[in-house]
C-alpha cells in the first residue's frame, strides 16, 4: 500500500484508522520504510508517481470561445444590414433580437460603430394662434362655470379642477399653457368660487329648498345642512344667515 502510488497518503491514513497523515509518516520512519514515498532522484524514477488532480484534463490550445461567439454574431449582424439596406435601427433589432442583445452587452464598442446610420429628424413648425386659442378658451370657462352653477340638486363649487372635470381636459391646470392665455386667466379668476362665496351659494340653495317643502329647521340644524357651521363668522356668510333667521343664530 505504502508503495502503491495510486493510494494517497490520506486514504493510507482513514484505511488505519489515523486522523492525521502526519501520524503515517512518523511511523514509517520507526519501522525503517521509506520516507518520502516516492522519491525524486535517479535512482528511483521507476517508482509510480501519484497523478495529480491538475492533470485530470489533457493539456493542449483552449479554443478561443468567446472569439468565435464573437465572430459569428458579428458576421450574422452585418449580413442583416447588407440583406436589408436603409433600415433603420429600430427595424434591425426587431429583427435580431438576441444578436442585438448579446452585441450590445458583450462587443458594445464594434455594435455602436456599425448600427445603421440615425434617421435626420424632421423639424416640424408648429404655429398655433394663441390670441384665437385664449378666446375660445376664455368662452369655454365661461360657458362651463355658468353650467355649473345652475346644474340641479346640490351646489358643486366652481374650481378650476371642476371646470377641467366638466371639459374633459386638464390643460387649465398647466400654469405654462395659461402664461400664454391671458384672457382665460382673467376668466378664470372672475368665475372661481372662494370658500365663502361657495358658502353663500349653498345657504341660498338650501333656504331656497326649504321655502318649497315648506320647512322650518332651526338655525343651528340648517348650519348642519347646508354644511357652514365651520364658516358661519365669515362675513358674507354670517350676514346670508342673519337674513334668514335674524338674531337666532
Not at 416640424?124 to 340641479?152: F, G, H, K
Request: contains cysteine.
Amino acid at each position: 500500500m505504502w508503495t502503491n502510488g495510486a493510494i494517497t497518503q490520506s486514504e493510507i491514513a482513514r484505511h488505519l484508522g489515523v486522523e492525521a497523515s502526519r501520524a503515517i509518516l512518523v511511523q514509517a520512519k520507526r519501522l525503517g520504510v521509506a520516507v518520502p514515498r516516492f522519491p525524486t532522484d535517479t535512482q528511483h524514477t521507476n517508482s509510480p508517481v501519484p497523478p495529480s488532480r491538475f492533470d485530470s484534463k489533457p493539456r493542449g490550445h483552449t479554443p478561443d470561445v468567446f472569439g468565435l461567439k464573437r465572430k459569428q454574431y458579428r458576421q450574422r449582424w452585418l449580413a442583416l444590414l447588407r440583406a436589408n439596406p436603409g433600415i433603420k435601427r429600430s427595424a434591425a433589432r426587431f429583427k435580431a433580437p438576441a444578436v442585438y442583445e448579446w452585441l450590445y452587452k458583450k462587443d458594445t464598442k464594434w455594435l455602436k460603430a456599425n448600427l445603421p446610420p440615425k434617421a435626420p429628424r424632421a423639424l416640424v413648425r408648429c404655429t398655433i394662434d394663441y390670441a384665437m386659442r385664449d378666446s375660445q378658451e376664455a368662452a369655454l370657462v365661461a360657458e362651463t362655470a355658468a353650467n355649473i352653477r345652475s346644474q340641479p340638486g346640490q351646489p358643486l363649487q366652481i374650481t378650476v379642477r371642476s371646470i377641467c372635470r366638466q371639459i374633459g381636459s386638464v390643460r387649465l391646470l398647466d400654469a405654462k399653457y395659461l402664461r400664454k392665455l391671458p384672457v382665460t386667466r382673467q376668466t378664470l379668476a372672475d368665475v372661481i368660487e372662494t370658500t365663502e362665496a361657495f358658502a353663500v351659494r349653498r345657504i341660498l340653495w338650501h333656504a331656497n329648498e326649504n321655502s318649497k317643502a315648506a320647512r322650518f329647521p332651526s338655525s343651528r340644524q340648517f348650519q348642519r345642512e347646508a354644511g357652514v357651521t365651520a364658516c358661519k363668522h365669515l362675513p358674507s356668510v354670517k350676514q346670508a344667515l342673519d337674513a334668514i333667521f335674524g338674531n337666532r343664530i
